[in-house]
């Protein structure tokens, strides 16, 4: 009897355990689900990376956007994201690069012609930077003021080789969020 009884407990114990309701699936807890989600729509890996990137998650950024090069091959919104990316993480030859390539991918692409003037500035390029930025804002065909500061500051630069390394750059970092959306974001 004794032997039942603790059977009884152990199993109405268990029971209380249980936080499934009846109909839910177990992905629907507290916890990340264990692998995909039937029904679920994945986010693409450029989508991840920009909001990886505005968190700060700089590394996670950019092995989102690697997949995302896999996963649609690469263009120049591919491209000028890696270039974006390496750029918040100090690499700035690698970003140099990178960017350069997806203006050879398409010459008409904003964001891939501003992170490269930002670049350039960081590398002290500013003569080349504000012709960078001053492409960049005919593209856009001056909408952006962040763009137009960039140059702002690039000229400025130029005009004062002196000019404080605070406000060498401004600060600024476009990447493409899909057709014709931007996202602002600080590179330091």
Same mark, same amino acid.
């Given at each position: 009897?004794?032997?039942?009884?603790?059977?009884?407990?152990?199993?109405?114990?268990?029971?209380?355990?249980?936080?499934?309701?009846?109909?839910?699936?177990?992905?629907?807890?507290?916890?990340?689900?264990?692998?995909?989600?039937?029904?679920?729509?994945?986010?693409?890996?450029?989508?991840?990376?920009?909001?990886?990137?505005?968190?700060?998650?700089?590394?996670?950024?950019?092995?989102?956007?690697?997949?995302?090069?896999?996963?649609?091959?690469?263009?120049? +919104?591919?491209?000028?994201?890696?270039?974006?990316?390496?750029?918040?993480?100090?690499?700035?030859?690698?970003?140099?690069?990178?960017?350069?390539?997806?203006?050879?991918?398409?010459?008409?692409?904003?964001?891939?012609?501003?992170?490269?003037? @930002? @670049?350039?500035?960081?590398?002290?390029?500013?003569?080349?930077?504000?012709?960078?930025?001053?492409?960049?804002?005919?593209?856009?065909?001056?909408?952006? +003021?962040?763009?137009?500061?960039?140059?702002?500051?690039?000229?400025?630069?130029?005009?004062?080789?002196?000019?404080?390394?605070?406000?060498?750059?401004?600060?600024?970092?476009?990447?493409?969020?899909?057709?014709?959306?931007?996202?602002?974001?600080?590179?330091?």
């Amino acid at each position: 009897m004794k032997h039942a009884v603790g059977t009884a407990l152990i199993l109405t114990a268990l029971a209380a355990c249980e936080t499934r309701q009846p109909g839910v699936s177990l992905g629907d807890g507290p916890f990340a689900p264990s692998g995909p989600v039937a029904g679920a729509e994945a986010v693409d890996g450029l989508t991840v990376g920009h909001r990886l990137m505005a968190a700060g998650q700089h590394e996670l950024a950019l092995k989102a956007y690697l997949r995302a090069a896999g996963e649609i091959g690469i263009n120049a +919104d591919v491209l000028s994201a890696i270039g974006s990316a390496n750029l918040h993480l100090g690499r700035i030859g690698q970003a140099e690069t990178i960017l350069r390539r997806a203006i050879k991918e398409d010459q008409s692409f904003v964001p891939a012609w501003n992170n490269l003037g @930002v @670049v350039l500035i960081e590398q002290g390029q500013a003569a080349e930077a504000a012709r960078v930025f001053q492409t960049a804002f005919a593209l856009d065909s001056g909408n952006s +003021d962040e763009i137009r500061e960039n140059l702002r500051l690039a000229l400025a630069n130029i005009q004062n080789p002196a000019y404080s390394s605070e406000k060498k750059t401004g600060n600024f970092d476009l990447v493409r969020r899909g057709r014709g959306q931007y996202l602002i974001l600080s590179t330091r």
